[in-house]
């Protein structure tokens, strides 16, 4: 999954250059996400999903409103009133909705499971690069893509259980 998920990125293509800032921010995004996987199951014990995920995000906002210009944002989103609507739709669907389902699947299986479940996201984003906005690609995303999607189907595999043979029936 984890080399999928790199051939995907294309982050081994040409000179790469992260700012330190950058690459913090990027670990930092997943070390909570991670965070949020774990304390998140243990929060499910005591919550419904939808609890969670409210808090979740309420928490995210006020953490996030310091570093972005909201008298700006709501003068910009004053002179086009469609500009909310795009802007619930874009945070329901593309936040809220998939939080709340990788929420509601912590409730019904291991932590570890959830997170490798997730790493279809890459492979549904390159996917629709590929085929609806024609992003080029080439054998390096297309091998992982293929990387991603096996440790997803092997994952769901079901395992055989142990000590359960068949047994062939003469007459």
């Known amino acids: 999954t984890f080399l999928g998920c790199v051939l995907v990125s294309g982050v081994l293509h040409g000179s790469l250059a992260i700012p330190l800032f950058v690459l913090a921010v990027g670990l930092g995004a997943g070390f909570f996400y991670a965070l949020y996987s ?6 499910l014990r005591r919550y419904e999903p939808e609890t ?10 006020a953490a996030m409103l310091p570093l972005g210009d909201v008298p700006t944002l709501l003068t910009l989103m004053g002179e086009n009133t469609t500009s ?8 329901f669907f593309c936040s809220v909705l998939p939080y709340f389902l990788y929420t509601l699947g912590l409730k019904y299986m291991e932590t570890g499971k959830a997170a ?20 080029p690609y080439d054998l390096m995303k297309l091998a992982g893509m293929a990387l991603i999607l096996s440790s ?4 769901n595999k079901k395992k055989k259980q142990p000590g359960v043979q068949c047994q062939r029936v003469e007459k």
């Open 38 to 43: 774990i304390f998140g199951r243990y929060a």
């Open 52 to 61: 969670v995920t409210c808090y979740t995000f309420a928490f995210a906002v």
């Open 84 to 91: 909310w609507l795009w802007a619930l739709g874009i945070a």
């Open 116 to 135: 490798i479940m997730a790493t279809i996201e890459p492979f549904v984003g390159a996917a629709i690069g590929i085929f609806i906005f024609q992003e």
């Open 152 to 155: 997803v189907v092997i994952l």
